[in-house]
T-cell receptor, first 116, second 109 residues
Framework: DGGITQSPKYLFRKEGQNVTLSCEQN?????MYWYRQDPGQGLRLIYY???????QKGDIAEGYSVSREKKESFPLTVTSAQKNPTAFYLC???????????????FGPGTRLTVL | QKEVEQDPGPLSVPEGAIVSLNCTYS??????FMWYRQYSRKGPELLMY????GNKEDGRFTAQVDKSSKYISLFIRDSQPSDSATYLC?????????FGQGTELSVKP
């Protein structure tokens, strides 16, 4: 089955610790994205990557870092510099950055991060 | 002012009702308009997409775009309890999706 997997589904961390969220896709998509979702705020773009070894900051990149060493993988690290990290994190991918219509972004199931 | 505004709800309707979900936008450069459906604790899934002004129908769902008013709507006919979810409008700008806040819909049996 083709799709996007995110792990783990639920993650708990102590304040001040860095944590890495996994995102893997087997859709052969070039573009990948990370969003954060908070109640009443919709989805906000953290980072995106157009191709391997390239990534760009989104609207709320502060306190986050990413890498794109493989086409299939786009892990997100939530660092201790992120002031309010508790949220639902969604990974997405698309054939290309400019994909539209039916090829617009496909989303993974999400990871709910709670910082205690 | 946000580029995309969406009534946050929550919206509660009885089964069989017609549901209207709405978004307004401020940037006339937006060209592609999407509606995503998100069930609780799941990732969003693309429900409908459209490019031009007018109506696009898919089963019980109709997406409507009015570019002159910068207003888009999603209508759900004969709503079912399985339609209970959060509905997100989204628009493409510079290769990135800009989302509304999402409207939480509950359809009561």
């Amino acid at each position: 089955d083709g799709g996007i997997t995110q792990s783990p589904k639920y993650l708990f961390r102590k304040e001040g610790q860095n944590v890495t969220l996994s995102c893997e896709q087997n859709l052969n998509h070039d573009a990948m994205y990370w969003y954060r979702q908070d109640p009443g705020q919709g989805l906000r773009l953290i980072y995106y990557s157009q191709i391997v070894n390239d990534f760009q900051k989104g609207d709320i990149a502060e306190g986050y870092s990413v890498s794109r060493e493989k086409k299939e993988s786009f892990p997100l690290t939530v660092t201790s510099a992120q002031k309010n990290p508790t949220a639902f994190y969604l990974c997405a991918s698309s054939i290309s950055l400019l994909a539209v219509g039916a090829d617009t972004q496909y989303f993974g199931p999400g990871t709910r991060l709670t910082v205690l | 002012q946000k580029e995309v505004e969406q009534d946050p709800g929550p919206l509660s309707v009885p089964e069989g009702a017609i549901v209207s979900l709405n978004c307004t936008y401020s940037n006339s450069a937006f060209q592609y308009f999407m509606w995503y459906r998100q069930y609780s604790r799941k990732g969003p899934e693309l429900l409908m997409y459209t490019y031009s002004s007018g109506n696009k129908e898919d089963g019980r769902f109709t997406a409507q775009v009015d570019k002159s008013s910068k207003y888009i709507s999603l209508f759900i006919r004969d709503s079912q309890p399985s339609d209970s979810a959060t509905y997100l409008c989204a628009m493409i700008k510079g290769g990135k999706l800009i989302f509304g806040q999402g409207t939480e819909l509950s359809v009561k049996p």
